[in-house]
């Protein structure tokens, strides 16, 4: 562990010796008050008191801030402005990195699945993760079930009621769960996207990036249609640090336990017993979704039998207009 990690750990248990940090890491009182002023150049604000440093009462949203406390084995690099968090990830991983959580403030180039656009201005969370698993590639669609369910948990946590729609957005359903947002097919307005992409062999991943998405602290008038957003479901702002830090560690258990993940989903899930239509490759499916299959595929029950859908566009019906 370098100095700085090791200065953070220390601090979780509250005022630390810079002396006592240096004997016990085995480095000069010097690389202690650089690893202090790095800490504080980063945004977290250590105070010096008599009995030591201390950390800030109300850590800021900045990487030492997020990894201040956090349950995860994934080193933050923050910034400000990003064009995309999973573009730098990527160039991370070419560099032989892994575990890391790239985390922006904003995106100028965001971007969905299938390309699309996607908005993100200061005040969301925006952040992709980098790992290396142990898996074949058949089996990397379910890290993006894990990330759906993390994100889901994590707006639960923090007071609102977040579900899943297949495969890969987290919704609020509105008033009375069938509402007129069922018109346009999303089954409730949408607070949170991934975009997972990887690169691997035939028999491993070489590497697997996670990107989410979420409307934290953004105001519904600066986002597209249909979408909605932490602030607008609270009444307030969300501590992004503190949601951030538990997205994170709920990832980082489903991603060390694949088997709990597929259930952990399905709990979640507000697509599991609706009529839908999915638009895939090989045409139209319609018919009621009734379970969803490893590594994350969706079982639908149509007319001509049961049907495995592992890609695309999924659309919730009013029984009414399924057709």
Known sequence: MDTR????????????????????LGVSRAAVWKAVEALREEGFAVES??????APA???????????????PYAVEYHETLP?????????????????AVVADAQTGGRGRLERE??????????????RPAVAPARAPLFTLAAAV????????????????????????????????????????????????MEGEADRVSWLVVGV?????????????????????RGEDVDRRRFLARLLERYAELAADPEAILPAWRER??????????ETPGGTVVGRAVDVDSPGALVVETDDGRRRIHAGDCEHLRDADAR
């Open 269 to 278: 899930a507000s697509t599991l017993g609706r009529r839908v239509r999915v």
């Open 150 to 197: 993390a994100t889901a948990d994590a707006c639960r946590e923090a007071g609102v009621d977040a579900a899943i729609k297949w495969p890969n957005d987290v919704l609020v359903a509105g008033a009375g769960g069938e509402s007129d947002d069922h018109r346009d097919g999303r089954g409730g307005r949408k607070l949170a996207g991934i975009l997972t992409e």
């Open 5 to 24: 990690r090791a200065l953070l750990a220390a601090l979780e248990s509250g005022p630390v010796s810079g002396p006592a940090l240096a004997d016990d």
């Open 84 to 100: 995309s968090t999973n573009d730098r990830a990527r160039s991370l991983a070419a560099d032989d990195e892994a575990d890391v």
């Open 49 to 54: 008191g008599d009995d030591g440093y201390v």
């Open 213 to 233: 998405g979420v409307n934290a602290n953004l105001d519904p008038e600066a986002l597209p249609a249909g979408a909605t957003s932490l602030r607008a479901e």
């Open 58 to 72: 109300d850590p800021t949203y900045c990487a030492a801030g997020i990894e201040f406390g956090l349950d995860a």
């Open 118 to 131: 996607w908005v993100a201005p200061s005040g969301g969370v925006w952040v992709s993760v980098l790992t």
